[in-house]
């Protein structure tokens, strides 16, 4: 593992939310947080570890009947767990903020000194690696590491009104699939191990678990597809795109974010890589042993990574949309109807760092996160360093669908008698809440 301590030397794994250290004014954080740890709540008393099987802790999706999906690196597998019924707090009266006056709240302040106090460490040494909702209850997970390096211990914490509580694994009924042809510790890229993209994303769809990331193979990005519940059995697709922005065809730099949708009633991947290509697979395509080239539709940009890749709908003309939040840069928001249309770039042509495709169309929004989910339809919440503080890790919420906090800057409404064109001041005292 990469020695993130060094000075001058920074890894990609952070902005793929991979678990290097984030954070500005790291020093700043720990006087001025101190007195906010003693709200972090414990399951136990000493330290809650619960890693049950898992040897590291990255990408989580729910699966089927309440399955809980996760990533395991080091372990070169995807685990299933089974959630119980005693394993979800509704989240009925959390506030979320004032949807029309476009204030969020936050849900944790100093998520990250809460979680080294619940962990039994130091906030630097956390690693928040995803986040995930609870459709029915609206619980929030998070994927959680204490340490990096041999010594990591995984976590899947839980967010219960505000309260950080350890989700107990070795208590749960468990599954696992393991993935093949993990690159050797000692395969290198510029500044850190082939294997920390051996397992990139997870998602679930009808049935199956769809897996991407890196392989020791010829054609290294590699997509599998994995049946639930697990029987041993899995397909292995080897894809290709043309990526624009560096005038070439890709075989080695694997899918970052995915997601399934139906295009046509036919089931499609669509994909952003490392210097976001918005690529597009059909699934028909993706069978074992399998290469395949896939469509490249849009291009977001070049020198950033994609973050998080969901849909929502707006609530404001009620249709669907693609998000893809980035690291350097503001999200994407694309049409979902426009993918179905959107016809693939060009391919064999010169290096063009101009947008592409649908990344000509996409709608910007000014998002700053490190995790993002969707929590209902008027609401998104975000894992980000505070924008008003730079130094602080929060847990907070955003109004869909601009995806910006009217808390963070003033604007001419702020004024005593200002222009008001949003009826903000009729709002000013209504505050959302989970129902």
């Known amino acids: 593992m990469v020695d993130s301590s060094v000075p001058g030397l920074h890894s990609r794994r952070g902005a793929l939310g991979l678990g290097a250290k984030s954070g ?17 709540a414990t399951v136990n008393e000493g330290l809650p570890r619960s890693a049950g099987p898992l040897r590291s802790a990255g990408k989580i999706a729910f699966g089927p009947d309440n399955i809980l999906l996760v990533g395991d690196i080091k372990g070169a597998a995807i685990h299933a767990f089974v959630l119980r019924a005693k394993d979800f707090d509704r989240q009925t009266g959390v506030e ?4 029309q006056n476009f204030e969020g709240v936050d849900l944790v302040q100093g998520l990250d000194v809460k979680l080294a106090s619940l962990m039994g460490t130091t906030y630097d040494n956390i690693v928040v690696n995803d986040m995930v909702v609870h459709e029915p209850t609206k619980q929030i997970f998070l994927s959680v590491e204490r340490g990096r390096g041999p010594v990591v211990i995984p976590t899947i914490v839980k967010v219960n009104h505000g309260r950080l509580e350890v989700l107990q694994l070795d ?3 468990h599954s696992k699939a393991s993935i093949p042809n993990e690159p050797a510790d000692t395969a290198r890229l510029e500044f850190e191990p082939q294997s920390v993209y051996a397992v990139t994303d997870v998602k679930y769809y009808n049935g199956e678990v769809f897996v991407t990331g890196v392989s020791n193979q010829r054609f290294a990005s590699t997509l599998y597809r994995i049946p639930f519940p697990f029987t041993g059995s899995l397909a ?11 005038g070439e065809w890709e075989t080695r730099a694997p899918i970052i974010r995915q ?10 991947v669509f994909a952003v890589y490392g210097c976001t290509p918005l690529v597009r697979f059909p699934l028909a395509a993706l069978k074992d042993g399998a290469h395949v080239r896939g469509e490249t539709i849009g291009q977001l940009g070049y020198g950033s990574n994609p973050l998080d890749m969901f849909t929502f709908t707006n609530p404001l003309d009620q249709k669907e949309n693609l998000l893809v939040t980035i690291d350097t840069r503001d999200g994407a928001q694309i049409g979902v109807a426009e993918l179905d249309t959107a016809p693939a770039e060009p391919t064999g042509g010169p290096i063009n760092f101009d947008y592409g495709g ?3 169309t996409q709608h910007h929004l000014p998002i700053k996160s490190e995790h993002m989910a969707i929590l ?10 505070h924008p008003t503080t730079g130094y602080r890790l929060d847990l907070g919420t955003l109004m869909v669908p601009y995806f910006f906090d009217r808390r963070l800057g003033m604007a001419e ?3 005593p008698n200002g222009p008001d064109p949003f009826h903000y001041r009729a709002h000013r005292g209504q505050i959302d809440t989970i129902s």
Not at 24 to 40: E, F, H, P
């Open 413 to 415: 409404m702020n004024w």
């Open 96 to 99: 979320l903020g004032n949807f």
């Open 171 to 173: 208590a749960l009924s």
């Open 236 to 246: 292995t697709s080897t894809v290709e795109i043309w990526h624009p922005v560096h």
């Open 376 to 385: 209902n339809p008027r609401w998104a919440v975000v894992v980000w360093r």
């Open 24 to 40: 500005l004014g790291l020093a700043l954080a720990g006087s001025m947080l101190a007195t906010d740890v003693g709200q972090a």
């Open 259 to 268: 997601i399934i949708r139906e295009v046509r009633v036919e089931p499609h």
């Open 358 to 360: 649908l990344g000509r």
